[in-house]
Nanobody, 116 residues
Framework: VQLQASGGGLVQPGGSLRLSCAAS????????VGWYRQAPGKQRELVAS?????????VDSVKDRFTISRGSASTKNMFYLQMNSLKAEDTAVYYC?????????WGQGTLVTVSS
C-alpha cells in the first residue's frame, strides 16, 4: 500500500490544520489506518487511529482536539486528521500509517509547526 501525506505547515497556537493521506487502495479495505507523529528528540507516537469497523482511538493529549476520519464513497482512498486548538507541543512530523494483514505501511512525513 502506498501512502501520500499532505497538509502540514506553520500555524499559530489555537489554529487548525487538516492533514490528508491518499492511499493506493480503499481505506475501507484496510484493517486500520492512523496517524503517528515524531517530535524532535522524541519517539514516534500514535496520535489517532480508526479500525475497519470505525472504532477510533486517540492519545490522551489530543482528545477533544483532533479527529480522525475516512473519506466518503467518492474519496474512499483518503483519510484525514483534523487538528484544532493546536498547541506548540503538537509540533512534529506527522506520518500516515495503515495496517493490513499483519503488515505496516507508512507515508512520508508532513511537518506541522505550531508557533507564533
Amino acid at each position: 500500500v502506498q501512502l501520500q501525506a499532505s497538509g502540514g505547515g506553520l500555524v499559530q497556537p489555537g489554529g487548525s490544520l487538516r492533514l490528508s493521506c491518499a492511499a493506493s487502495k480503499s481505506v475501507f479495505s484496510l484493517d486500520a489506518v492512523g496517524w503517528y507523529r515524531q517530535a524532535p528528540g522524541k519517539q514516534r507516537e500514535l496520535v489517532a487511529s480508526i479500525t475497519s469497523g470505525g472504532s477510533t482511538n486517540y492519545v490522551d493529549s489530543v482528545k477533544d482536539r483532533f479527529t480522525i476520519s475516512r473519506g466518503s464513497a467518492s474519496t474512499k482512498n483518503m483519510f484525514y486528521l483534523q487538528m484544532n486548538s493546536l498547541k506548540a507541543e503538537d509540533t512534529a512530523v506527522y506520518y500516515c500509517h495503515v495496517h493490513l494483514v499483519g503488515l505496516d505501511f507508512w507515508g512520508q512525513g508532513t511537518l506541522v509547526t505550531v508557533s507564533s
